[in-house]
Structures are given as C-alpha cells and as structure tokens.
C-alpha cells in the first residue's frame, strides 16, 4: 500500500490556495447578500405602508394584523429592481393575501421604492406597466427600519 506525502512547501501552497477562496466572495454568495437586503427592505417598507395608510384600501378600514411578508422575485429591468411579493393579513379572523409589486431605482446613490401596487389577485408584471403607479416616498427603502411604538 502506498502511502500519501505532501511536502511541506505544497501544503503551504494549498493552504495559501483555500485562505485566498474563503477571503473572495463568490458570485453566488453577492447574489444571496443582495436578495437578503432586498428581502428585509421589502418586509420593513410594507409594514411601515400598510400601517401608514391603515390598508384602507384593502380592508375598509377594518382592523388587520400582517402575519407574513413574503418576498418571492426579483427582476432587473433597465435601471429599475422590479420585487414581487405576497403580503398574509388576519383581518378579522379571516386570512387575506395581497400580491405586491413595486420598483426600486437608485437615485443620487440611494435606493428609493418609485413604482408600487397591491391587487388582490396574482399578477406578473414588466417595468413599463409598473411605471403607471408611481410612488412618491413616504416611507423608505431600508432594511433597518426602527419601530417607534
């Protein structure tokens, strides 16, 4: 039976070889970093919106808790993140689920939600249809959102 050696210099050489692609961020792991932050920005801009606008819109201005926030897709289209989601709300002991577009541009190096839009229904949507529901930021894209109550 042959026995393995290894002379030091080359286990040297190979442990140079893995330090330097652990230190490296694979491309993969940018892509999972930046769904992370789209994911958290998605959650905290939805709550702070539905708790602004009190989901008038949605549920008649009955009382609602959101259980679960969902971020399902992200699409680059042009300059703009397009982010697809599903928003599950308990509105009086009935579940209910809103279907969310919006898109994220950068502007002047900050990210900013430009487009939004809540439906009922499933939907797919491109950048040149989500650019009739314009949004004028009043609560930001950040995925550090402090809740001050």
């Not at 808790?65 to 009086?92: A, P, Y």
């Not at 002991?93 to 541009?105: F, Q």
């Amino acid at each position: 039976m042959r026995s393995f050696y290894l002379p030091p210099f080359h286990l040297l050489h190979v442990g140079l070889i893995l330090l330097g692609l652990l230190m490296v961020h694979p491309p993969y792991l940018l892509a999972e970093d930046e769904f992370a932050k789209h994911e958290m920005s998605f959650k905290n801009f939805l709550t702070c919106e539905l708790t602004r606008t009190n989901a008038a819109n949605h549920f008649k201005g009955k009382a609602f808790k959101i259980t679960m926030i969902d971020l399902f897709d992200i699409q680059r289209e042009s300059d703009m993140v397009i982010i697809n989601g599903t928003v599950l709300c308990t509105v009086e002991e009935d579940s209910h689920v809103l279907y969310v577009a919006l898109g994220v541009e950068t502007i002047m190096e900050k990210e900013q939600v430009t487009y939004y839009t809540v439906r009922n229904t499933d939907f797919s949507i491109l950048a040149t249809e989500l650019m009739k529901f314009p949004y004028k930021e009043r609560c930001p894209w950040s995925r550090y959102w402090v809740d001050t109550d």
